[in-house]
């Protein structure tokens, strides 16, 4: 019973059994967490790194309390204010710190593949994606699916529907990977010039252009947030444009014929993406997504710990 | 392959440790008793079952735990985490901590660990079905024994449920 890979560099690298067993894991781990003591001994003589080239609250915070849920040591590492800008390169970085005796190594950077670099130069060290550019953001995937199987029972059969910048979006693709593998049926929504072409093909998914189908389509709605940040060309006219398009209002939900649940990633952008109102209903389940987090990167992170001499 | 307990010794030492454990005591409002997973859970469930229809009238709080990741061995071989369920305080209580199998003792080690992030219990005791003298690599007996064996490490103490039969292979 363990992982047949080395690192979580992405969902794409994972077999069926391994999202399972990570996902099985994360249960019991989410029992831990409703305890009086919300802490085990696992990963007492492990020391992991969080190395962070890229801003980040959530995903740092989150990883940040399950290593110390698990007792792991932990030191945090952000690019700015560090030897990186003196001109240091990623690999001597991580080399440095792994002398000091790191065992594990979680990282986000703005370069798609940078883990996987790593990954190649540093084969008995696990490396863990916390998002990789425009690449994956494995753990939010399986957060995600954790947060669907609660609610729904299963993945098998679900519709979800991915709204939003699915060009930028790491957290799309990872969620694509995820989803077709355990068997739902997905969706991609947005406006066309945020939705590469090839994704059809390419994933075996389906393009919908118009909001309101999309969502009498599906059981779950995942929506992204507008990357600000990445919006180098202009996409799409104005926030405002988007919204009257695109945003998930309380009124679009009402004229549904059923109940859907609402997901989205954060940092929500209320009033573009998503209206408050529907962010903050019932229907929506972003606070158990966060929530849900904590107990899948400590699932991570013990999987991969375990197997480090096995 | 030698049968330690037949279908019926099993059935019988079951009954005689429901009795045991439940006999000095007028009341049982201050036990908990926690099945180990998951092998112990199994042993448990019948066992709490012998104590509810001796003791129709009490309440008899009952949990199961998992100590996977309590163990000290798991750079070894990873084992599949379980279910733990104790939807009670076991603070002041006394837990009758329940597996099927005693052997190196461990697994009661992090068990032991395992209670304390549950509270402070008042005392631990510990309730097994076999009991493997001499192969203990800790200081860890038990307080209530089905049946007693000497074996060497190479055995293997078994319980099938199925057959309701307890075997050295």
Known sequence: MQLSTNHLLGIKELSIEDISLILSTAQQFKEVLQRPIKKVPSLRDVTIVNLFYENSTRTRISFELAEKRLSADTINFAASGSSVSKGETLLDTVNNILSMKVD?????????????????????????????????????ALLDA????????????????????????????????????????????GPPTLIPTYVKEAFGVRVEYNLKKALQWCDVAN????????????????????????????KLLEELDKEILIMHPGPVNRGVEID???ADSRQSIILQQVENGVAIRMAVLYLLAGKKEG | MQILLS??????????????????????AAFVFIGIQPRGVKFSDKLVEAIR?????????????????????????????????IPFSIEGRNVVLIDDVLYTGRTIRAALDALQDFGRPKKVELCVLVDRRFNRELPIQPD??????????????????????????
């Not at chain 1, 696990?126 to 425009?134: L, P, R, V, Y």
């Not at chain 1, 669907?148 to 957290?171: F, P, Q």
């Not at chain 1, 507008?226 to 309380?250: D, H, K, M, P």
């Open chain 1, 276 to 278: 408050s109102d529907v």
């Open chain 1, 146 to 189: 954790f947060s669907i199987i609660e609610h729904a029972g299963t993945l098998d059969g679900k519709k979800v529907v991915i709204i939003g910048d699915i060009m930028h979006s790491r957290v799309a693709l990872s969620n694509i990977y995820l989803l077709k593998k355990m068997g739902a049926e997905v969706m991609l929504a």
């Open chain 2, 144 to 169: 209530y024994c089905g049946k007693a064996i000497d074996s060497i490490v190479s055995q293997k103490v078994k319980v099938e449920w199925e057959r309701e039969e307890v075997v050295l292979y």
């Open chain 1, 104 to 140: 594990m190594v979680v990282m986000r950077h703005s370069a798609s593949g940078a883990p996987h670099f790593l990954s190649k130069h540093l084969p008995h060290t696990a490396i863990i994606n916390a998002g990789d550019g425009i690449n994956e953001h494995p753990t939010q």
């Open chain 2, 53 to 85: 229809q001796i003791r129709p009238e009490q309440t008899v709080l009952y949990g199961v735990l998992d100590i996977t990741f309590y163990r000290d061995d798991f750079r070894g071989e990873l084992h599949k985490a379980n279910k733990t369920d």
């Open chain 1, 223 to 250: 929506v992204l947030r507008i990357q600000l940040e990445r919006q180098n060309q202009v996409l799409f006219s104005s926030l405002r444009e988007y919204n009257l398009a695109y945003g998930v209002t309380r």
């Open chain 2, 7 to 28: 279908p019926q010794q099993l059935q019988l030492a079951i009954l005689r440790l429901a009795h045991h454990l439940t006999e000095n005591y007028e009341s049982l």
